[in-house]
């Protein structure tokens, strides 16, 4: 065909450049057409596109940039995503702009393709080994599952896996900047190669030989015990002087205070000896956050809730 065009093109004595001219202006000619007033659609005043408002909401992308997007919404749906404009953009205080990434997350919530229900490979089965099909992935069909056999699965293949294998065969991601401080602080949860465990007297133990300096620990108590030594690359805490429990003898700090004012055994003695004693206070985080397994006799200023530490 197209040495028909190019004989055709020589018999008339067009020029290349005349003939891309007249075919542009031949494709000009057939859109104008097609834009004709009975096949516009018009922008009325009951059109939803017009009742909608610009609110500000944070980016889903899970990148760890948390940049604050605008959403218009219409009917409680997300039409459009942008860049925050609440204030204007300058050297000091700079407009963080929305990438591609996160002006799309819309169809996440929209889009056709989008997953709306657990699914798993056809010829995978629970259990590990062979019964994983490795060889199909790619290949094999995928089938829909209820919520309750997704979750059910999930749950028996973690603890199946840190049975046989332990905990450092599991990793946990954010998906972008970790945010520790943010949610509870559960050793279980939080720690995975094993190296920070909760000993039988329900203190918090650390195995130096475990650790792999991933910093989560220290990233995620809210206390800020945890600390990080440079020399050895691990994090390290204070163990209780769990070296002198088999004698019975109590931790350093406690034979050291000169005040007396520590004291050493179980949560329910110590509870019994100062009935007064609490495990809250307003500059410490949520007990039920934490868990704590200490006791604290206050002095009345530390209860009110305006006290603040102060660095001297």
Known sequence: MAGVVQEDVKKTGLSRRAFIQ????????????????????????????????????ACWSHCGGKCLLKAYVVDGIVMRLKSDDTHEDSPGNMLRKACARGRSRRMDLYG???????????????????????????????QRISWEEALDTIAEEITRIVDTYGNRALLGSTGGTPNWKEGSFRTDEALYSGAMYIAENETVQHD????????????????????????????????????????DEQPACIEACPQRVLEWGSFEELRARHPEAVIDLPILPDSSQTGPSTLIAPRAVALDPDFCQKII
């Open 208 to 247: 130096d030989d475990l650790c792999i300096g991933c910093q989560n620990c220290m990233n995620k108590c809210p206390y800020d015990v945890p600390q990080w030594l440079a020399d050895k690359e691990i994090t390290a805490k204070c163990d209780m002087c769990i070296h002198l429990w088999s004698s």
């Open 22 to 57: 007249g075919s542009a202006l031949v494709a000009a000619s057939l859109a104008l057409q097609g834009c004709s007033n009975t096949n516009m659609q018009t922008t009325t005043e009951t059109d939803p596109i017009t009742e909608g408002e610009w609110i500000s909401a």
């Open 112 to 142: 056709p393709t989008r997953l709306k229900y657990p699914m798993k490979r056809k010829s995978w089965k629970p259990g590990g080994g062979e019964n994983s099909q490795g060889h199909l992935r790619g290949l094999d069909e995928w």
